[in-house]
């Protein structure tokens, strides 16, 4: 039983998936993913490492983040923060990516409305997330983090150390140090800081966004489960413009 009802709920998707336009490619390696979460799931429930009451606050309350992290795009000065929880080799993220991220950044970004942070949540399922997130920040060494981090996710159906390493040099990075720093122990902790904060936060897939204002200098928000389409992150923005001060 279970498995039929998983199965209808894979069809059910994959119409949904093939309304919104994307291509089938893309509809099947969100399938698979999905497929992939629910026997880890299982996985997790027979452990008994999932307890009822242990996944931190619901989607609709707000949390509060006391550091936004490192890499963020925009004005310091932006009256909305979005934070990002991303595993760069999730065909969800991909798809925010490829669908969403552009308009988002030239809308709200570029005009100082909004302030994008993102932070790694690499997920156990996806075997080169960890080296994805670590390559990124070691690109960032050379002033090239959000070039190589958007260049890894728009390729999460066939990211691999071949591609990451192939992107880098695309990008004419310094490839000794950027292999000395991909090979080492660098930023290890600080990804493991970002998976804690995801998990204190009750973040458990990706990607998952935190969206609201900074405050005497801690940031709240609400989660946004999920790749949704613009008009979702525009009605957040625009409540959070347009409404009382926080």
């Given at each position: 039983?279970?498995?039929?009802?998983?199965?209808?709920?894979?069809?059910?998707?994959?119409?949904?998936?093939?309304?919104?336009?994307?291509?089938?490619?893309?509809?099947?390696?969100?399938?698979?993913?999905?497929?992939?979460?629910?026997?880890?799931?299982?996985?997790?429930?027979?452990?008994?490492?999932?307890?009822?009451?242990?996944?931190?606050?619901?989607?609709?309350?707000?949390?509060?983040?006391?550091?936004?992290?490192?890499?963020?795009?925009?004005?310091?000065?932006?009256?909305?923060?979005?934070?990002?929880?991303?595993?760069?080799?999730?065909?969800?993220?991909?798809?925010?990516?490829?669908?969403?991220?552009d308009e988002l950044k030239r809308n709200y970004i570029d005009t100082g409305k909004v302030r994008f942070a993102t932070r790694d949540l690499p997920l156990p399922m996806h075997p080169h997330a960890v080296r994805a997130a670590k390559a990124s920040r070691c690109a960032g060494e050379q002033n090239k983090f959000w070039e190589l981090r958007g260049a890894l996710v728009r390729n999460a159906a066939t990211l691999s150390p071949a591609l990451i390493n192939d992107q880098a040099k695309l990008l004419n990075l310094n490839m000794a140090a950027f292999d000395k720093c991909l090979d080492g122990p660098a930023f290890d902790s600080l990804i493991e800081q970002d998976i804690a904060t995801a998990r204190s936060l009750g973040v458990t897939g990706t990607p998952t966004f935190v969206i609201g204002k900074t405050v005497s200098g801690a940031f709240t928000g609400v989660k946004v489960v999920g790749a949704p389409p613009l008009a979702v992150f525009e009605g957040r923005i625009k409540s959070l413009l347009t409404g009382p001060s926080h």
């Open positions: 039983m279970r498995v039929f009802k998983l199965a209808v709920a894979l069809v059910a998707c994959s119409a949904s998936l093939s309304a919104q336009g994307i291509t089938q490619q893309q509809a099947d390696a969100i399938l698979q993913e999905l497929k992939a979460m629910r026997a880890a799931i299982d996985r997790l429930a027979s452990s008994g490492a999932v307890r009822p009451g242990a996944t931190g606050p619901a989607a609709n309350e707000p949390v509060t983040i006391q550091s936004i992290g490192t890499y963020v795009m925009g004005s310091p000065s932006a009256p909305i923060t979005i934070v990002e929880f991303t595993d760069l080799q999730c065909p969800f993220c991909s798809r925010f990516a490829g669908t969403t991220f």
